[in-house]
Structures are given as structure tokens and as C-alpha cells.
């Protein structure tokens, strides 16, 4: 695992844009508002899994839902009767059954979801509390189990979501207030490609102090002693860490094509990622489900105009209904003019006679003339499932910049992602777990993406 150690220059300073008048009106409302530094936090890297959305379902999030002994919280956006509904539903008899025949207290648990059909978002309580679902609506309506099987436990389900489209996108699971997973999966049948991280220590508080804001309407004080028991303790193996919100906006500040993109909200994940696209100095790596957010575009060329590498591996044809109506466009168009603008870069900086150097180690080409830089390499990769892998669609969203900052979680490169939906990511910092995490989405990748465009 990573060891601490200091930040390094390209995450310092991102809360500066949260303290800017903007920044502050934007997350006034926010428990952060006051004081962005203390998203900035430390966290242990325990597991990071990946597979279909039910393999996610089976080697992480079960096994932790089981050893839980007071309280589970799960989040997600989408819930769906599912093999991975099974499984969560086997889990809570299985964890209300140990609890009975144990003699402890009812175990706290809390199932929060945006989305199941969109009929149910049409016709979805504009209540800020959300629509609090009974025990006699969990079997009917959502396909758990029935309440005389659960006597074990404390259950609350609950949904939120705002019109238009201001749907809770995260997905994440906490346990007993000291284990956390972020896998990229719903609950829903889909045979995606998913990843999912468990992370322990002091992030956990504020993850937990994140969902106590949305989704519990008291929304009482949180207790830190947690926090100060990982931080008086600082094992070796804490890597520095951010948390990401950004919460959701019902206004999606849609603009005529012909005009400038207005620009995104100033969320801790828009920030933080939009600080490090533009500090990145070697290499920025995306994998997204979709790309249609047209700041991150301009990033990118930006970035390549630089000398930065930059890769992506994205999908084809993949929730296009959606894309239409809050971007008003697709990935693969997206792409096609991001090529097209890396095109025109290219003969820009031919014509005025920038000469570059040898491709060097890191697969970067760089100056060789005073004052003059190469046009860093674009690769552009489709998904393209076979016969042998059970993967229909890829829906992790992973960020590596440089090879040192991995930021995980459900916010998508697209338009929904960075102006409407509620999303959460977490940073990790430090080469070590950059590579490993690399090294896990490169082998569960393998022979599942095709070189849509290729320069270098």
C-alpha cells in the first residue's frame, strides 16, 4: 500500500477555487462550504475489484453487507429486479437472521436509490424528504424481501430525484461507519464491465457525513471521533485522499449549439478534476461510459497542445436516448470532432515548423528546439465485447493523471455528469496505487477496446 506523504504540486491549492465568491455561493448549502480543506482527507486502500455488476455484487458488497454488526447504508442510482437484487435481498435474510438468532440489537439499515423506471421519476414526490417507501410496498414494489423476514433489522428504503433531470447518481456502501465500498454498479441486470474500491479510515466519516446530508432529513451533527482515532493512529498504509461531491442541479443551463458551453457548477468534483486536466504534465487516461462534457473536451486539446498524452477508452452507442436529452448529443460524435480539433492542432503546429524529439520512455514526444513542444499523442479506444467475456458495455469511470492521481466514482465525462446529476468521486494520490489501479483496469480491460484513432 501507499505511504503518506506530502501533497505534490499538481492537487495543491484545487479548494482555492471553492473560496472564490462563486465557489462559495455554489456550496454554501454544503458542510463543506465553509471549510472545502476538509474534503481533503486520508484513507486505506483495502480491495479494488472488478467485474459484471453481479461479480461486484458477489465478492464485494455481500460479504461486506454480511459482516456487518450495527449499521449498513447502501446508495445507488438505479434499482432494478435483478441477480444482483438477489443477492442483496439473500444478504439482508441472512444478516437479520444472524441478528435474531444472536440476541443483538435490530441492525441499522438504510437502501437509498434515485431511479427504477421513468414513470417513477415522471410522477416522483418534488419533496425535498424524497418518497420513503413502506414495509408493505419492499416486496411489491422493489422485489425485497418482506418485512417478516427482516425482523432483524431497522430497514428504511427511501428515493430521491428532481425534475428534469437531477438524478442521485453515486453508488457507495458503508458499514458499521468504518468500511466503505464505490463500486460503479447499480443494482440492475446489466452485464457491464463495473470496478469497485473498499477503502477504510478517516475518509469513511466524511463519506458518511456526505450521506447524512442528502438523504436524512434531520441531517444531525456529525461525530468525529472516528476521524481523530485513524489520524492519532497513521498507519503506513494511509494515501492522502479527497472526497468529491458534487451535488445536483435542476437547472441544466442548456445553451444553442452554435454558442459558447456556460461553465460547469463549481463542485469538488468538477474542480478537482478540471485542476488536474489542466496541471497534468505526461499523461491524462479516462475511461467513461460517455464523453460529451464540452469543457473536458477543450481540456483535453488543451492538454495535447501541451505535449500531454492523452487516452481514452470509451463506448459506442451506449445510453443515447439520455445523452439526446441532457447533452442534445453523443459520444461518438463528441469524438469525432475532438479528432477532427486534434487534426487541425496537428497541421497548426506542422505549419509553423515545431520539430520533436524521439518518442521517449513514457511514450511522450517532447522538444528538442528552444522555446518549441510536440503535440502529445491521442489514442481513442472503443469497447468491442467477444464471444468470450460476458461484458456487454464498459461503466467504470476512472481518471489517472500523470500516473500518481487516481479519481474514481460514478461522475461520468458527460454533460449530465458535470451540470445536473448528483455525483461523488474519491482521489487517491501517490504512484504506487495509481499503477496498481492501472494495472487491474488494464488486465480487466484486455482485448475488450479497439483503437478507434490512433496518433503518435
Known amino acids: 500500500m501507499e505511504a503518506l506523504r506530502p501533497s505534490g504540486s499538481s492537487a495543491t ?3 482555492d477555487k471553492l473560496l472564490t465568491p462563486d465557489g462559495s455561493y455554489e456550496n454554501r448549502f454544503h458542510f463543506w462550504g465553509k471549510e472545502p480543506a476538509t474534503l481533503s482527507t486520508t484513507a486505506i486502500v483495502e480491495d479494488f475489484t472488478t467485474g459484471t455488476g453481479e461479480a461486484v455484487f458477489t465478492d464485494a458488497i455481500v460479504p461486506l453487507i454480511l459482516s456487518a454488526q ?3 447504508i447502501l446508495v445507488t442510482c438505479f434499482w432494478a429486479c435483478s441477480p444482483s437484487l438477489t443477492k442483496l435481498s439473500a444478504a439482508l435474510i441472512e444478516l437479520s437472521r444472524r441478528s435474531l438468532a444472536e440476541g443483538l440489537p435490530r441492525i441499522r439499515v438504510r437502501l437509498c436509490f434515485s431511479s427504477r423506471s421513468l414513470l417513477q421519476k415522471l410522477l416522483h414526490s418534488t419533496n425535498c424528504g424524497g418518497e420513503k ?12 424481501p418482506p418485512p417478516e423476514q427482516l425482523q432483524g433489522l431497522e430497514l428504511q428504503v427511501k428515493s430521491l430525484f428532481f425534475l428534469p433531470f437531477s438524478v442521485l447518481h453515486p453508488k457507495f456502501v458503508i458499514v458499521d461507519r468504518r468500511v466503505a465500498l464505490l463500486p460503479s454498479c447499480n443494482v440492475s441486470w446489466e452485464t457491464w ?12 466519516s466524511k463519506l458518511r457525513r456526505f450521506w447524512t446530508e442528502t438523504w436524512e432529513e ?4 456529525q461525530s468525529s471521533e472516528l476521524e481523530e482515532e485513524w489520524e492519532e493512529t497513521r498507519p ?5 485522499t479527497s472526497l468529491l461531491p458534487s451535488p445536483q442541479h435542476q437547472n441544466p443551463h442548456f445553451r444553442p449549439l452554435f454558442l459558447k458551453a456556460t461553465p460547469p457548477p463549481l463542485t469538488p468534483l468538477n474542480v478537482y478534476l478540471f485542476h488536474n486536466l489542466k496541471a497534468a504534465k505526461t499523461s491524462i487516461d479516462i475511461t467513461t461510459p460517455n464523453l460529451t462534457c464540452k469543457p473536458v473536451l477543450s481540456a483535453l486539446i488543451d492538454a495535447l497542445e501541451r505535449g500531454v498524452d492523452v487516452n481514452i477508452f470509451t463506448c459506442r452507442r451506449m445510453m443515447m436516448v439520455e445523452q439526446l436529452v441532457t447533452a442534445g448529443t453523443i459520444t461518438e460524435f463528441c469524438v469525432w470532432r475532438l479528432v477532427r480539433r486534434y487534426k487541425t492542432l496537428s497541421r497548426r503546429i506542422d505549419h509553423t515548423h515545431v520539430s520533436a524529439s524521439p518518442k521517449k520512455a513514457s511514450g511522450t514526444t517532447r522538444d528538442v528546439e528552444q522555446g518549441q513542444r510536440a503535440i502529445g ?11 468470450e467475456r460476458p461484458e456487454a458495455k464498459c461503466h467504470i469511470k476512472c481518471t489517472v493523471i500523470d500516473e500518481s492521481i487516481v479519481i474514481l466514482g460514478s461522475g461520468n465525462m458527460d454533460r449530465a455528469s ?3 446529476s448528483q455525483e461523488l468521486g474519491i482521489a487517491l494520490e501517490g504512484k504506487g496505487i495509481a499503477r496498481r489501479i492501472m494495472q487491474d483496469l488494464s488486465s480487466a480491460k484486455e482485448g475488450l477496446f479497439d483503437h478507434c484513432y490512433y496518433a503518435g
Open 13 to 15: 491549492n484545487w479548494v
Open 70 to 72: 450495527s449499521e449498513v
Open 418 to 420: 458535470w451540470y445536473t
Open 377 to 387: 499523442r491521442l489514442n481513442i479506444q472503443y469497447f468491442n465485447a467477444t464471444a
Open 236 to 240: 503506513s498504509s494511509l494515501v492522502l
Open 133 to 144: 417507501y413502506p414495509p408493505s410496498a419492499w416486496a411489491s414494489k422493489l422485489g425485497l
Open 193 to 204: 464491465l463495473e470496478c469497485c474500491l473498499q477503502i477504510s479510515g478517516p475518509v469513511v
Open 218 to 221: 434531520d441531517n444531525p451533527a
